[in-house]
């Protein structure tokens, strides 16, 4: 009945391997169903959300968060709107700063009316019944706004929905970082790129105005570090703004003419 059925939970939280984890409905070590999928993947995606340590009617410690419930929310919709009769199946992606979620198949209402809420048109009737039971699912068609809204409350980049057609697929991206986060990295990077900027600057003077010179003396007259000097120096002479002359042992620098 559904010979591309396929379920796919890669993980990547390391750039140096293709996989750090990876859960396929074909391996034959578990059952390969979307119930039991969606619970193995779900507490793969969530290993990574803080949850701030609360208390319930005095002694109940609570676990659970909005970003808790709405990847459930996420992972649900995937599973109970794909299309098992196409191509690719179904693929959730969890990267250093991203989750990504991919079902076959394109939404069944506009991408505008998805996102306003309040519009439902399940692909899989009895699917939703399914994680309805375990009370996982929204039927009022509220899942994806309230996927967004939780991202925007909890600060995070907004998620991002696509549509994307032969194969037809719907992809949901989910942006881990902090707005705050990425600001502050992008500030950091700022002051480098202007620190850096200034020390060459530096290295420039100091050549016109001593003529060619060696590493050492460079390092020396502007105090930096061995090792920074080179990658500076390196910067320069990649950028055609000074010439490297003599060996290797004994390179001396000046301002190219």
Known sequence: MFPDYFL??????DESTRWTDRIVSTSG????????????VYNKIVQDIKVPFRIENGTDRVDDTPVHKALREALANAL???CYYD?????????????????????RISKEAALLGGNSDPRNATIIKMFNLINVGERSGSG???????????????PELEERFNPDRTVLLLPLEKVEAKI????????????????????????????ESTRVEIETALSLKTSRT?????????????????NARNYVYGIKK
């Open 8 to 13: 796919d939970y890669q993980e990547k939280l």
């Open 29 to 40: 070590e578990w059952s390969g169903n979307i119930f039991d999928f969606y619970f193995k």
């Open 80 to 82: 109970i709107h794909a």
């Open 87 to 107: 191509r690719m199946g179904i693929v959730i992606k969890k990267l250093q700063d991203k989750i990504i979620i991919e079902n076959p198949g394109t939404l």
């Open 144 to 158: 994806v706004p309230n996927i967004f809204k939780v991202w925007k409350n909890e600060n995070f980049d907004s």
């Open 184 to 211: 502050g990295s992008k500030n950091r990077e700022q002051k480098s790129g202007a620190k850096t900027a200034l020390r060459l600057d530096e290295i420039l003077d100091y050549l016109s105005e001593n003529g």
């Open 230 to 246: 080179g990658q500076l120096l390196n910067i320069l002479v990649k950028e055609g703004k000074i010439q490297r002359s003599g």
